[in-house]
């Protein structure tokens, strides 16, 4: 008797949203194609950072211009770990374990937000000018949930 209400429930439910009553998970497909879309970003962002890490510290001819510098590398690792974090949220909503082990394994790109941080306290030095790691790590903990918010794929 309790199973007929049910069903009964869920097929009022799907009528009257025109959705499934009871929630059921992703498929692997689209919650794959979900984290490839921000694995390529981490991809691009960690070409950048692995390209910055390997170079010579810019120079910069004014403060104002280091600090837009700092700005834009911190965005970009903000960014980076937005995407990492995102493509974490997308994949629980799969069983699949390739899809969460795909989602997973570029975690070690969040070692570029560490070597960032170092190369820039060296950079600063070299132009001059003053750094605070802590700032950086307090930026990143700051906007990292709204970034996510916003890069977000529409369901």
Not at 65 to 93: C, I, M, N, P, S
Not at 101 to 116: C, I, M, S, V
Not at 119 to 126: G, H, S, V
């Amino acid at each position: 008797m309790a199973g007929r209400r049910r069903a009964a429930l869920a097929l009022a439910l799907t009528l009257v949203t025109g959705a499934p009553a009871i929630a059921t998970e992703a498929t692997s497909a689209t919650v794959r194609a979900r984290v490839d879309h921000h694995l390529k970003q981490v991809e691009r962002l960690s070409g950048h950072f692995e390209a910055l890490l390997g170079a010579d510290c810019p120079r910069f001819p004014s403060r104002a211009e280091w600090d837009a510098y700092v700005d834009t590398e911190t965005d970009g690792l903000v960014l980076l770990v937005a995407h990492l974090e995102q493509a974490w949220v997308e994949a629980k909503r799969t069983g699949d374990d390739d899809v969460r082990r795909a989602a997973k394994a570029p975690k070690r790109q969040g070692d570029h937000g560490r070597a960032l941080v170092d190369k820039l306290a060296t950079c600063a030095e070299m132009n001059g000018a003053s750094f605070s790691p802590m700032i950086v790590w307090r930026r990143i903990e700051r906007e990292v949930p709204r970034r996510q918010a916003e890069i977000a794929l529409p369901r």
